[in-house]
Every structure is written in C-alpha cells, then in structure tokens.
Nanobody, 122 residues
C-alpha cells in the first residue's frame, strides 16, 4: 500500500485544516489507519487512528475534542480534521496504516506516507 498525504499548510492559532491521506492498494478490514506527528529533535508521536472496518476512533489526549479522524472507504482515503489549532500543533504530520494490535503504537503500522507540514502561528 502506498499513502499520499496532503492538506498541510500555515494557519493562525484558532484556525482549522483538513489533512487527507489517499491509499493505493488494499486496506484490510482490521487495519488501523493513523496519523502521527513529529517535530525536530523529538520522536514521532501518535495523534489519531481509525479502525478501517468498524470506524472506531482513537485520539491522544491533547487533540481530543479538537481533531476528528474519519475515512471514506469508497475513496480509500483517511482524513484528519483539525480545529482550534495551537502553535504546539506545529509539526510534520504523517499518515500510516497497518494491522498491529495497538492503534497508538508505531509498531502497529507497516506502511507510511510522506509527511505534510502544519505550521500554526500565534
């Protein structure tokens, strides 16, 4: 599976962005599709995930009630709607997919897209 992420950009604090991740290839029903983010000098951290078959969602605490992950099975695409963005959300965002056990663990994910930069100014 190949993933193509898009939708990053620069916004002011309080603004919104929607990231998209289009997959080519088969996403298996039990796979997770997730978003991670990374800033210079820090580890890549979990942001949100969705179980492909059930659409059950998972979020890290810092983005709950601000970010929404969703999927369009017909388009083989996952979205991350980000609202009330803050400067601390500035990072390169990566989409990923895989069939591991934990939605928040990097080891769950077998395939990764290229990153897309999100910059939030105060």
């Amino acid at each position: 599976v190949q993933l193509q992420a898009s939708g990053g950009g620069s916004v002011q604090a309080g603004g919104s962005l929607r990231l998209s991740c289009a997959a080519s290839g088969t996403i298996y029903s039990n796979d997770f599709m997730g978003w991670f983010r990374q800033t210079p000098g820090k580890d890549r951290e979990f942001v949100a995930a969705i179980r492909w078959r059930s659409s059950r969602t998972y979020y890290t605490d810092s983005v709950k009630d601000r970010f929404t992950i969703s999927r369009d099975a017909a388009k083989n695409t996952v979205y991350l709607r980000m609202s009330s963005l803050q400067p601390e959300d500035t990072a390169v965002y990566y989409c990923a997919g895989g069939g591991g056990e934990r939605p928040d663990a990097r080891a769950t994910y077998d395939y990764w897209g290229q990153g897309t930069q999100v910059t939030v100014s105060s």
